[in-house]
């Protein structure tokens, strides 16, 4: 079974986002900021993990570039990572979310609200 | 009244929340998650969310009403808000955040406390017809009814 790790601050979205996944066949851990997701992939080897990109405490970008230069530097596995966050609609105006979310080293990006075929396609793609 | 026109009233209410564009299709993505083994998942995730807006919404009233308004922080809460009541369905509530997030982002404190008043109108609209549904549910469930699923097509 694919370790899935959730990092996620609002109790609502985790309670929608591990619903479903438990729906598609997955439990998952939940952290609720990027410095709670860094400790965690530091104990654990993790296949995929959802992040959220606004959050206290720490952001998804920063625990991202974060966990990817431990990836590099140390002996942490490399984790699929997932953005998640609302669709930043703005084109160029150098705040896309999207875009954020690549150059800082995730591998792709889920948009709020999640829904089902979102997550399924996602675990498609990352977790075959 | 018997089950069977307590259930029609429910879809025909549920339907007309979609028609009046206080729910969009996160609802359903919520009710889909309810089953036996979750009986109340989607009353228990409306009922999270009504708790934390309010608490959202009197941050939001304290910000907005500092000498020197910090407009990042007002603007995190609306996302925040933005967020959750994105992730249950409740349009209005979500497209009112919207516009609030536009006054925030050019520091526009009048624009920014017309947008609250309409956030917490909706808040308090939305959660009268929430509270209406889940009324008729529990009828229905009460009579020994099952909720009827609302399908998408209508």
Redesign the interface.
Known sequence: MPNILLVED????V??AQ??LK?LGHTIDVVNNGVEAVCAVQKRSYDLVLMDV?MPVMDGLQATRLIRSFEETGNWDAAVKVGIE?DSSQPDDGKCVVRECYANGMDSFVS?????QNLKECLEQYLP | MEVVQIQRNLVDYTKSLFMEGFLDGQFLQLQQLQDESNPDFVAEVVSLFFDDSQKLLNELTIALDQPIVDFKKVDAHVHQLKGSSSSIGAQKVKNACIAFRNFCEVQNIEGCLTCLQQVKLEYYLAKNKFETLFRLEQQIVASGGSIPMIEMGF
């Open positions: 609002s109790k609502i979205n309670m929608v619903s479903m729906q606004c609302q709020k609200p999640v829904t089902f």
